[in-house]
């Protein structure tokens, strides 16, 4: 099958599933801490917000044009906002004030494109990580570091190439690192251990799950508490598999023989099932996990999420599938509720917020509003962003960075432009 786009994981841009993972106290709940927010499961705690967009869509309060190369999405904590980019031949990581004013920036590693421009764009992927006053950033290439979350101040940095034997996949590395208290979490893949664990304070290896050796894709990690034990999720290519928090364990494996070409939505965990899917024709399933055991539930190819992600809301899963424009699936069932594929309804990214669907699409950067509702489609409002970014020219890149709607504001963006509108007056 022939590739047709770059996975964009943080997403940005790329994966994305269901965790349940507790919020830190450190935390506020209009925080939004990483990638999909602290459960990374794509929905905002906001509400009170607008159900019905004018014709020229909700105002514009900044626009910030210097995020360079890249597909991450936006990390928001205690009134700052953390993104990731390629900018001067270097990934960075850099710190926006409350409106849009870059306050610092800070170098994660070398720039993806020095290897991994594809035709499909360059620049980080992953989303930042914030905890505990510490910024976790990953480059395409595998570099990660933690980083002071006031100054930027590199606190340390390792390679999951060089220093655990990763493999960077084609696309480059699209993971958000996974904080879990002491832990921050990654996937570098490979025969030394695909899963690794690492004291967040000082970077030092806690574990590696040595006895699974799948190559890294383009998921983010999530944390589920089944029975009590804690375990985090991850999907590779051909394999859905849990790991115990505490040693690296492998817990349990599910086949996935319907992956190919790349994986990126990262895995829904929901009361002791797990919803997956991917791209490329794929399909979707859900898995019961028990213990050391993952039974199938159901298997089909209602949803066919490439890399625009799916939310759960009330027992229903809302996603673009490739070939059937946004789709309603019951979770329990797998049956299609719903399909919509209307104008700008094609393919994109999905996230959710006070009973609403905020919509991306990937191609012509409209962005429209639509009631999270299984029984019918409705949409409340539609609108182009501003502007498109020049930096996609001559690639075959789309707008993959997924929405993120916090504090009543709604941030988009399209490579080197962050746009910030207001959702709630």
Not at 203 to 217: H, M, N, P, Y
Request: charged share 25%; proline share 4%.
């Amino acid at each position: 099958m022939t590739t047709r786009y770059p996975l964009i994981s943080a997403l940005t841009a790329l994966a994305f599933f269901i965790g349940s993972s507790s919020l830190p106290a450190s935390e506020k709940a209009t925080d939004w801490p990483t990638w999909r927010g602290a459960a990374r499961d794509g929905k905002s705690p906001d509400t009170g917000l607008v159900k019905e967009w004018p014709k020229e869509g909700p105002k514009l309060l900044w626009t910030f044009e210097k995020a360079g190369k890249g597909y991450s999405s936006p990390a928001l904590v205690g009134g700052k906002i953390y993104l990731t980019g390629s900018r001067s031949g270097k990934a960075e990581l850099f710190c926006l004030d409350a409106d849009g004013k870059e306050l610092w920036s800070a170098p994660i590693g070398v720039d993806s494109e020095k290897g991994y421009n594809t035709g499909w764009g360059a620049g980080t992927r992953g989303a930042p990580t914030v905890s505990d006053g510490m910024v976790f950033a990953m480059s395409a290439n595998g570099e990660i570091g933690c980083f002071d979350a006031s100054d930027g101040k590199r606190i340390w940095s390792k390679d999951l190439v060089k220093d655990f034997g990763g493999a960077i996949p084609s696309w480059g590395y699209s993971e958000s690192p996974l904080v879990d208290g002491v832990k921050v979490v990654v996937t570098p893949g490979g025969n030394q251990g695909a899963i690794v664990a690492m004291d967040k304070k000082t970077g030092k290896e806690l574990w590696r799950s040595k006895d699974l050796k799948d190559g890294a894709q383009y998921s983010s990690l999530v944390v589920a508490e089944v029975k009590g034990n804690r375990q985090y999720i991850q999907l590779f290519m051909n394999t859905l598999a849990g790991v115990n928090a505490d040693n690296g364990e492998v817990l349990w494996k599910s086949a996935w023989p319907e992956g190919r070409t790349a994986v990126i939505p990262t895995p829904v965990y929901h009361e002791g099932s797990v919803y997956m899917t991917s791209g490329y024709g794929s399909g979707c399933k859900l898995v019961k996990i028990d213990g050391d055991k993952a039974e199938d539930v159901w298997e089909n190819k209602v949803m066919k999420n490439h890399h625009g992600g799916v939310v759960l809301v009330d027992g229903h899963i809302y996603g673009f599938s490739d070939g059937g424009g946004l789709v309603c699936q019951e979770l329990a069932t797998g049956k299609q509720k719903w399909s919509q594929r209307g104008e700008g309804s094609q393919k994109g990214s999905v996230h959710y917020a006070d009973g609403m669907l905020y919509c991306m699409d990937e191609e012509a950067g409209s962005v429209f509003l639509a009631e999270a509702n299984p029984d019918k489609y409705t949409e409340h409002g539609r609108f182009e962003i501003p502007r498109q970014t020049k930096l996609r020219e001559g690639t075959n890149g789309k707008i993959w960075t997924h929405p993120v709607v916090i504090g009543g504001k709604l941030y988009l963006r399209d490579q080197d432009l962050l746009f910030c509108f207001d959702v709630k007056s």
